[in-house]
């Protein structure tokens, strides 16, 4: 795997890294992660980073060998890997085991020995951690009155198990090729933020999802954008302009939004940048 690298704030935009002017990404997700797919894409765009969209495979509610059950002729995604056509490919399970992860680690690595394969922590559905199937999509939560700190206790439970099939995945493959990216611990992060009324345009927590299940709103979900950006880029997001997720809300000014771009790309960068399996090292 190629060497990690810091761009700092002052140069992320206009001067890029030569070895990383630009990414081939390939993602297979659920509806709480493929909108990072296009949200990174135009964040990347306005850095000025040649920024390719290799494949989607997009099932929803799905676990990563889900996407691996896709016959090769079907799938973008496999047919993309096969050929060396993705510098990155993003993955994001529910629950796990899962053991889809390592299969596409597997694939990936044979035809591309210097593929990254990011491994989305995210956010606890129903503010809670109950790896159960089915899905408890229908249960009733008040996001509002969430306790913030059983909320982040158990988030960094869930991240501690992604991190361990992680390591173990990286150790049987004999290099680090598989990282996290922590949205889930971000997220908790703009809860607590949101709280203490330090976010501008967001006067709850429930403003952060459409349902009790926690299907991500814009601000959610371009947190979420540029905490893959930052892995994926090894850099700041900080000053790049305000994405159209945002641009679009209904209800905040233009300085607030603003305001809260900056926000979320500061919660996604501080978060990125202190977690250990990112690749970012000082």
Same mark, same amino acid.
């Given at each position: 795997m190629?060497?990690?690298?810091?761009?700092?704030?002052a140069t992320a935009h206009s001067q890029p890294s030569p070895a990383l002017e630009g990414?081939?990404?390939?993602?297979?997700?659920?509806?709480?992660h493929v909108f990072t797919y296009a949200g990174v894409a135009e964040m990347a !765009?306005? @850095?000025?980073?040649?920024?390719?969209?290799?494949?989607l495979s997009s099932i929803g509610g799905s676990t990563v060998v889900k996407h691996w059950e896709v016959p090769e002729e079907t799938s973008k995604v496999k047919q993309v890997l096969k050929a060396g056509g993705a510098d990155v490919l993003t993955l994001s399970p529910i629950w796990l085991p899962d053991e889809g992860i390592e299969r596409y680690v597997r694939l990936g690595l044979e035809h591309n020995p210097e593929l990254r394969i990011l491994v989305q922590e995210y956010w606890m559905p129903n503010d809670e951690y109950v790896p159960v199937y089915p899905l408890q999509t229908r249960k009733k939560v008040d996001h509002n009155a969430t306790d913030l700190g059983v909320l982040r206790d158990a988030t960094q439970r869930y991240a501690k198990d992604v991190e361990d099939c992680v390591r173990q995945i990286n150790e049987r493959v004999? !290099?680090? @090729?598989?990282?996290?990216?922590p949205v889930g611990l971000a997220a908790v992060t703009l809860r607590e933020r949101i709280v203490k009324g330090e976010a501008p345009g967001i006067a709850r927590q429930s403003d952060l999802f459409r349902d009790n299940w926690g299907h991500a709103l814009a601000p959610l979900q371009v947190l979420s954008s540029y905490c893959h950006y930052a892995v994926m880029y090894r850099r700041d997001p900080s000053g790049l302009p305000v994405p159209k997720a945002i641009a679009l809300m209904?209800?905040?000014g233009e300085d607030e939004k603003s305001k809260l771009n900056a926000l979320?790309?500061?919660?996604?960068?501080?978060?990125?940048?202190a977690?250990?399996?990112?690749?970012i090292q000082p």
């Amino acid at each position: 795997m190629t060497g990690w690298v810091l761009v700092s704030a002052a140069t992320a935009h206009s001067q890029p890294s030569p070895a990383l002017e630009g990414l081939r990404v390939a993602t297979c997700g659920h509806s709480f992660h493929v909108f990072t797919y296009a949200g990174v894409a135009e964040m990347a !765009k306005s @850095a000025g980073l040649s920024h390719q969209l290799a494949g989607l495979s997009s099932i929803g509610g799905s676990t990563v060998v889900k996407h691996w059950e896709v016959p090769e002729e079907t799938s973008k995604v496999k047919q993309v890997l096969k050929a060396g056509g993705a510098d990155v490919l993003t993955l994001s399970p529910i629950w796990l085991p899962d053991e889809g992860i390592e299969r596409y680690v597997r694939l990936g690595l044979e035809h591309n020995p210097e593929l990254r394969i990011l491994v989305q922590e995210y956010w606890m559905p129903n503010d809670e951690y109950v790896p159960v199937y089915p899905l408890q999509t229908r249960k009733k939560v008040d996001h509002n009155a969430t306790d913030l700190g059983v909320l982040r206790d158990a988030t960094q439970r869930y991240a501690k198990d992604v991190e361990d099939c992680v390591r173990q995945i990286n150790e049987r493959v004999g !290099k680090e @090729a598989v990282g996290v990216v922590p949205v889930g611990l971000a997220a908790v992060t703009l809860r607590e933020r949101i709280v203490k009324g330090e976010a501008p345009g967001i006067a709850r927590q429930s403003d952060l999802f459409r349902d009790n299940w926690g299907h991500a709103l814009a601000p959610l979900q371009v947190l979420s954008s540029y905490c893959h950006y930052a892995v994926m880029y090894r850099r700041d997001p900080s000053g790049l302009p305000v994405p159209k997720a945002i641009a679009l809300m209904k209800g905040p000014g233009e300085d607030e939004k603003s305001k809260l771009n900056a926000l979320l790309q500061q919660i996604a960068w501080d978060t990125v940048k202190a977690h250990p399996m990112t690749g970012i090292q000082p």
